[in-house]
């Protein structure tokens, strides 16, 4: 089955710190990824995606991600981490024409 | 810039009743769909909508569940007789075009089945 996995339920990370939320995923045929933030009591915001091309993918609010085609990850990371970056973060993936499938989410706490 | 809305943020309905969530499209956008996120697990795929039909659905949508674009801006999931496992959030999202297409969803409505 075409699946997306995040392995740390929560990564705790000090503020000014680099961050990495990661991600693999296991889909046929070419993979179009997607990450996504939740803030508490809001909708799901999206944040890049790939599609094809450059491996490190520029998106909003200074994130960035790298696709990793031999070790099938899509690593989300940021170079300095803000308090406000604290949410939940979704890594998902096109499963045909018009499905995502997502992962199990990875809360991210930045301490000041 | 453009936002899918739905309505309303918080429904509370009691167990067997038939509920109703809208949601209003991104303008251009040709592509809607369903998620769901049961409380505390991963967001699931609903159902896609596409030329006023359905395009995609999960094994979750099943005979209970039908969705429908009344007009030229909402977009709506009706739930016919609702059951305690139906409580999640339902989120509504829109793209511009199929895969890979980024899809834009809305806040969300918490319904809670009692």
């Known amino acids: 089955a075409q699946s997306v996995a995040q392995p740390e339920d929560q990564v705790n990370v000090a503020e000014g710190n680099p961050l990495t939320v990661k991600c693999t995923y296991s889909?046929?045929?070419?993979?179009?990824l997607f990450w996504y933030v939740q803030y508490p009591n809001r909708g799901l915001q999206f944040l890049l995606k790939?599609?094809?091309?450059?491996?490190l993918v520029k998106g909003s609010y200074g994130f960035e991600a790298e696709f990793n085609k031999s070790q099938t990850s899509f690593h989300l990371k940021k170079p300095s981490a803000l308090v406000s970056d604290s949410a939940l973060y979704f890594c998902?993936?096109?499963?045909?024409?018009?499905?995502?499938?997502f992962g199990t989410g990875t809360r991210l706490l930045v301490s000041p | 810039e453009p936002e899918v809305t739905q309505t309303p943020s918080h429904q509370v309905t009691q167990m067997g009743q038939e509920v109703i969530l809208r949601c209003v499209p991104i303008?251009?956008?040709?592509?809607f769909y369903w998620y769901r996120q049961i409380l505390g697990q991963k967001v699931e795929f609903l159902v896609s909508?596409?030329?006023?039909?359905?395009?995609?659905k999960s094994e979750i949508f099943d005979d209970q569940f039908s969705v429908e674009r009344p007009d030229g801006s909402n977009f709506t999931l009706k739930i016919r007789s609702t059951k305690l496992e139906d409580s999640a959030m339902y989120f509504c999202?829109?793209?511009?075009?199929?895969?890979?297409?980024?899809?834009?969803f809305g806040p969300g409505t918490r319904l809670t089945v009692l």
């Open positions: 889909v046929s045929g070419n993979p179009y």
């Open positions: 909508f596409y030329n006023n039909e359905i395009s995609e």
């Open positions: 998902a993936s096109y499963t045909g024409f018009q499905k995502l499938v």
């Open positions: 999202a829109s793209s511009a075009g199929s895969s890979p297409d980024t899809q834009y």
């Open positions: 303008s251009n956008h040709l592509y």
């Open positions: 790939y599609i094809t091309g450059d491996n």
